[in-house]
């Protein structure tokens, strides 16, 4: 019999987490598991975005209705479907999912695996909700963190008997996804053939960097005059980037694309990825870079050097130094011998330690333990 296993997510972006996810489901005829994927409706919203991706690999979403803003409903949902469905273990990815985990497991008794993939702090209502996640994970069979850097922001974290490290991976054939018919970015932004193009992807917010990011590449505009930026994505803080760039004179050259579903069109043509975050977990965009063929300079954050050996498979510099940053970029461009060799030996590192067949056997061995200890 496989192992059933019900998974909650409250997501309406397919991000790093839901990624993971997906990763899950495509891959279970390499184990023998069997999962129930489960997000959320709430006030009549449907999480379009998610369930179009899910349906788009053939994956059946279950939404739970949340019909207040309290969870007593919810609760009752999940004891009925993981009663129903005889779900072996409940796996959960962020905060309402937890709250959920935490009463069913001692409600009804099933071992519950808690997923933690990094915070944020845009308010204080996120970090309301970051502390209660932090305190309800100690109650799960098993806590999963994304990188080892994770383990000294939470609760018990370094007690390795509970808490595990699953870093995340990618599919090292196919990275990112791309248009069917992708124009190259120098056409498409009409910028000239020769220009160098520095990209940045991930969310607008404070954690980000984005803002230092914009003050490196002031810094680097004086020298290199035909230098671009390409900032993927969306968020909170775009207006203010938007602003910041204008205040620089740099606006010119900042190119704000947006929100994509085919982010590897710009990556693929990138000169240099560039993650300017103030924290991190085990960001998707690094991995999906290096697997590209691309070099990155990255924030020495979170589970950052986990993945990137400074000066060997990319270059590493500290948080919030524009400078510093500005410096590890232009180097880069200068010196072909490192480029080539940051090219090579990243995309080696992917291939070799953060593939999906790894992630999900660790994460089979996880089930097993668990459903051992319960049993």
């Keep these: 019999m496989p192992i059933k296993v019900m998974l909650i997510i409250a997501t309406d972006n397919v991000s790093g987490p839901a990624k993971g996810i997906f990763q899950f489901f495509l891959n279970t005829d390499k184990c023998d598991v069997e999962y129930c994927l489960y997000n959320f409706k709430f006030n009549q919203h ?5 369930i179009d991706a899910s349906t788009a690999l053939g994956l059946e979403v279950h939404l739970l209705e949340q019909k207040n803003k309290f969870y007593v409903s919810l609760i009752k949902q999940v004891l009925k ?3 129903n469905k005889k779900i072996d273990i409940i796996q959960t990815h962020g905060f309402k999912p937890t709250v959920l985990g935490f009463f069913t497991h001692f409600l009804c008794g099933v071992p519950w695996i808690c997923f933690m993939h990094g915070t944020t702090s845009e308010n204080f209502k996120v970090k309301f909700y ?10 799960a069979a098993r806590t999963v963190l994304v990188s080892e850097a994770q383990r000294d922001k939470i609760i018990r974290g370094h007690d390795e008997s509970r808490v595990r490290i699953l870093h995340n991976a990618i599919n090292t054939e196919q990275p990112m996804p791309v248009s069917p018919e992708r124009q190259p970015v120098r056409k498409l932004l009409e910028l000239p053939d020769d220009s160098k193009l520095l990209v940045v992807v991930g969310r607008f917010s404070p954690e980000k960097g984005v803002d230092v990011f914009l003050d490196a590449f002031a810094e680097l505009s004086k020298e290199e005059k035909n230098i671009h930026a390409i900032l993927v994505g969306d968020g909170q ?3 203010k980037l938007e602003t910041q760039a204008v205040a620089l004179d740099v606006n ?4 704000f694309v947006g929100f994509t579903k085919t982010p590897g069109d710009y990556v693929i043509d990138a000169d240099v990825v560039v993650l300017p975050s103030r924290s991190e977990g085990i960001p998707n965009a690094v991995l999906e870079a290096m697997a590209l063929g691309k070099p990155v300079v990255a924030t020495a954050v979170g589970g950052v050097p986990e993945i990137i050996e400074d000066g060997i498979s990319g270059l590493l510099v500290p948080p919030e130094s524009p400078g510093q940053l500005a410096g590890a970029i232009t180097r880069l461009l200068r010196d072909l011998d490192l480029y080539n060799r940051l090219v090579i030996n990243g995309k080696k590192r992917i291939q070799e330690s953060f593939s999906i067949n790894q992630r999900l056997a660790k994460l089979v061995t996880i089930y097993q333990e668990v459903l051992s200890e319960h049993r």
């Design 46 to 50: 449907d999480p379009v975005s998610f």
């Design 81 to 83: 479907e993981a009663k």
């Design 130 to 139: 970051n502390f209660i996640d932090n305190t309800l994970q100690q109650f």
């Design 237 to 239: 803080e775009r207006e």
């Design 252 to 255: 010119e050259r900042v190119h």
